[in-house]
């Protein structure tokens, strides 16, 4: 929201020089409130949040993922690299590698990625601490293993929205030349924004598909394209 009103803000000034430079020019102060309006009411959707930590595992340390599978509980082998477990709440699902790093994926908002987290380190702790043979390491018996969640990070963020208007694409597409338009291809703009780092598909309906690395980059990206 913050962002929306310091972008209203902004437009402001430049309709206000706009006007100095040329007085016969009304301001329209319907247009101006209806455009703060739209920018307070437009909904955003976080429709997926990946997330990854590791497990601890100290160096050297790998885990045989048939044997994770075969000990563990909603759990589904998904070749040599990586097993895919799934999780009821939050729901969500996550793959686990060998060497202890975990990808969790599927989640609707940051707070129940770190409750994904916390909840499949907690398993594999328990799973481990049980069974410490499903980890091995070259020329040395593994009598007991340690796990614990370490650095979780927020990495890719889908989410989506929706303008209260209309886009003429080609326009849009001619006067900003970081967008990539091939209507041959998709029927949406692909727009790469570097400030906030985020890559925006915009639709004629207005309609749009974010994807950027963290949610606070949802928002400015909107009132950027906004």
């Not at 994926?105 to 990625?113: C, F, Q, T, V, Y």
Request: glycine share 4%; hydrophobic share 40%; with cysteine.
């Amino acid at each position: 929201m913050f962002y929306f009103i310091q972008h209203f803000q902004t437009i402001m000034k430049q309709r206000k020089n706009t006007n100095n430079n040329h007085p016969d020019m009304p301001v329209d102060q319907q247009m101006l409130e209806d455009m703060k309006l739209d920018l307070c009411d437009i909904d955003i959707t976080l429709n997926n949040v990946v997330a990854c930590f590791s497990l601890g595992l100290r160096s050297g340390l790998t885990m045989d993922p048939v044997m994770l599978v075969m000990r563990g509980r909603n759990m589904e082998y998904k070749g040599a690299r990586r097993v895919r477990i799934h999780l009821r709440r939050p729901a969500c699902s996550a793959n686990i590698y060998p060497g202890g790093k975990v990808t969790v994926i599927g989640n609707k908002s940051e707070d129940d990625a770190k409750m994904a987290a916390r909840r499949i380190a907690r398993s594999m702790q328990k799973i481990l601490s049980k069974y410490p043979d499903i980890c091995k390491q070259k020329l040395i018996k593994v009598k007991a293993v340690k796990v614990s969640m370490s650095n979780f990070q927020v990495t890719n963020v889908w989410a989506a929205s929706k303008l209260p208007w209309d886009v003429r694409l080609p326009m849009f597409a001619t006067q900003n030349r970081a967008c990539s338009y091939e209507p041959e291809l998709s029927s949406a703009i692909t727009y790469q924004l570097t400030d906030p780092k985020a890559c925006v598909r915009i639709f004629s309906s207005g309609s749009l598909v974010i994807q950027a690395p963290r949610i606070i980059n949802i928002q400015a990206a909107i009132s950027k394209i906004y």
